[in-house]
């Protein structure tokens, strides 16, 4: 470490590239500038001169051990130049001390550089430029503070995975270093600031800086996290002439956990209502619960006792609809509590799920009686079509691109297709032991399916009529149930037998499981904020993933 320093005092070490302080006394010797001055204007070559005489401490292991005020340059410095008035420089080289040079009497421009190398050569680690009076007659201090130059840059998260759904606030290490990989410490500024700015694919809007613009290394930096629905964003640094860096930050998924009043209620499936509350069935119960961001949850009991609804969306008239597995009626309830029940279009039908098709109609499944069936909004009388397989049990049902609607065959190995009423549904036959569960839209416009049987995810064509895909799930035999399209354009599924909550991306190419916290999850849907809401069929609850 070498500094300069008129009082020949030796200088604290830094283990990094730092602001040097330049401290010289220029005496002043009283006569006429007859004499040049090294590198000086043509201008001022009658000025009276003073003699300025810069030493240099090249640290010693003592002063290596001493760290207090940030008077440092980088470590790798060779050599230093000093010019006057933008003239000829003047070069001190290591391990020599001293530098005498003539200054004009007046204001002078006084420059330095720092070097890696001998004689002024190499890379530039450092400049500082100061204006400086000297007087005659007079002992004159001229002090300047060196900046680092930056050559390249890093950047660090103080925590680059907090928890998932819990505010934080992130400090950010953004430094510049110089060209020799020293890191550039101390308060003077830099030549240009390093600007930081936040790359978010998903414009989740969980993210702010505390600022964007580091003017000098002693500048701080916090990335704020709301904790909100987050995968995965970017933190970028960057700065005139040289290569941006990025930090990541990846909050890690946390599951709450949520009781339901009634005992062994058996919740079932789950959605997100039009009021910003998260609907659910209770099959054992009889009951649709409501459960706010918050967690607090009100149960509302179904009309018909014994009804164990089973399916639940919330349709384009406000309300709330669900099938009544055990009662064969389809089921309407208001964001204020009141209910509506009718009559399946055939008895005996056991509804599973359901889809609006936005045309003012609800179609839902018929899983014991072998149907696919529709409810008009409007309350009038239903009607429906028999699924061409024998015992199919048809189940999960959603509508595609063109609007038609597309079903799953739990033990048909089938996905069925429905392009209008009247016509006999079109049947699609799957590998060979499959369970096919619950389909729904993705935003690909594929249709991806939950298959109980195989333990995979199936991704089907509309446009073809053929199922184009298998993804097997990380954990064998997990059986997966619900499924739903994230806030993130992945699709997020449970596990019914290994109580996780798994993830894909629509390609396929990447598949994570994350513990639910929970026994049996089912149902799943995303919430107001993204974050993913599950029910736990056997242990009672209502669990949120926040990622």
């Not at 333990?455 to 149930?481: D, K, M, Q």
């Amino acid at each position: 470490m070498r500094s300069f320093d008129s009082l020949h005092r030796p200088q604290p070490f830094a283990r990094a590239a730092a602001a040097l302080l330049i401290v010289s006394v220029a005496a002043c010797s009283g006569r006429d500038g007859s004499s040049a001055i090294p590198g000086a204007p043509h201008s001022q070559l009658d000025a009276r001169l003073a003699p300025v005489t810069f030493t240099m401490h090249w640290n010693s292991a003592t002063a290596s051990a001493v760290r207090r005020s940030p008077k440092y340059i980088s470590p790798s410095a060779l050599s230093v130049s000093i010019t006057v008035n933008q003239g000829v420089p003047q070069v001190l080289n290591f391990p020599a001390t001293t530098l005498a040079i003539n200054a004009p009497v007046g204001t002078d421009l006084f420059t330095f550089a720092t070097y890696d190398e001998a004689y002024g050569q190499g890379n530039v680690l450092g400049r500082a430029a100061i204006t400086q009076s000297i007087v005659d007659g007079a002992a004159n201090t001229v002090t300047a503070v060196l900046g680092g130059i930056i050559a390249s840059l890093a950047i660090t998260l103080g925590n680059p995975t907090p928890n998932a759904g819990t505010a934080a606030a992130i400090p950010i290490t953004a430094s510049g270093r110089d060209a020799d990989g020293n890191t550039i410490v101390g308060s003077s500024d830099y030549g240009a600031p390093i600007v930081l700015t936040i790359t978010d694919p998903a414009n989740s809007g969980t993210l702010s800086l505390s600022t964007k613009s580091l003017q000098s290394p002693a500048a701080a930096a916090t990335l704020n996290y709301n904790g909100g629905t987050l995968v995965s964003a970017s933190v970028v640094a960057s700065t005139t002439g040289v290569a941006s860096v990025s930090a990541t930050i990846s909050p890690t998924p946390t599951v709450y956990q949520y009781a339901i009043p009634t005992a062994a209620s058996k919740p079932n499936w789950i959605a997100l209502g039009p009021d910003g509350n998260m609907w659910f069935t209770e099959q054992n119960a009889s009951k649709i619960g409501r459960i706010t961001p918050a967690g607090t949850v009100t149960e509302f009991a179904t009309p018909t006792g014994s009804s164990e609804p089973s399916g639940i969306i919330s349709a384009s008239d406000g309300r709330l609809w669900f099938g009544e597995y055990a009662a064969s009626q389809i089921g309407a309830l208001t964001t204020g509590g009141t209910f509506s029940e009718y009559p399946t279009a055939f008895a005996s039908d056991s509804p599973g799920l359901l889809v609006d098709r936005g045309d003012g109609t609800i179609w839902y499944t018929g899983y014991t009686g072998n149907h696919v069936s529709v409810q008009p909004i409007d309350g009038s009388a239903g009607y429906g079509v028999s699924v061409p397989t024998v015992n199919s049990a048809p189940y999960g049902i959603t509508t595609a691109v063109d609007n038609n609607i597309y079903f799953t065959e739990q033990l048909g190995e089938n996905i069925g297709h429905l392009p209008n009423i009247g016509t006999a549904p079109v049947e699609v036959p799957v590998p060979a032991l499959s369970y096919p569960q619950q389909i729904v839209r993705g935003p690909d416009g594929n249709l991806w399916f939950t298959d109980y049987g195989t333990s995979t995810i199936g991704r089907f064509s509309p446009l073809g009529l053929a199922y184009t895909a298998y993804f097997p799930t990380p954990t064998p035999n997990s059986v997966p149930f619900g499924i739903t399209v994230g806030a993130d354009g992945a699709l997020w599924f449970t596990e019914n037998a290994t109580d996780k909550i798994g993830r894909t991306t629509t390609d396929g190419t990447t598949m994570i499981e994350y513990p639910a916290g929970g026994l049996a999850p089912r149902g799943i849907a995303a919430g107001p904020t993204g974050a993913l809401w599950f029910t736990e069929y056997s242990s009672n609850r209502i669990g949120e993933l926040v990622y």
